[in-house]
């Protein structure tokens, strides 16, 4: 089983940067697809970004686009996501998901995923 656990939430304001940390355990996260997702308050989950198994291919919502950015360091087990430019409408309960690696279909799909964080907060003040 695969065991993930997000940090590096927080309190920031607009225009500032947070980087999300996403640390995998129990088995080697080097062959599985890794995304981030976002529930803002009151809505539903949505996709953030993607990165392929081998970390040479992401993709991402147009919401966030030239603003954040995901990789991942297979040596350390990890996953990240660089957030800049931030705003408010950013604010949300932020998770990392993992799935094994199939190539690109429904990358974006939640319920493709398999494996989930607890989430990290995110708050942006305007």
């Known amino acids: 089983q695969v065991q993930l656990v997000e940090s590096g939430g927080g309190l920031v304001q607009a225009g500032g940067s947070l980087r999300l940390v996403c640390a995998g355990s129990?088995?080697?996260?080097?062959?599985?697809?890794m995304g981030w997702f976002r529930q803002p308050p009151g809505k539903e989950r949505e996709f953030v970004a993607t990165i392929t198994s081998s970390g040479t291919s992401t993709v991402y919502a147009e919401s966030v686009k030239g603003r954040f950015t995901i990789s991942r360091d297979n040596h350390k087990n990890t996953v990240y996501l660089q957030m800049n430019s931030l705003k408010p409408e950013d604010t949300a309960l932020y998770y990392c998901a993992g799935r094994l690696d199939r190539g690109y279909v429904d990358v974006d799909d939640a319920s493709r995923y398999n494996y989930w964080g607890q989430g990290t907060q995110v708050t942006v003040s305007s």
């Open positions: 129990g088995r080697a996260l080097n062959i599985y697809r």
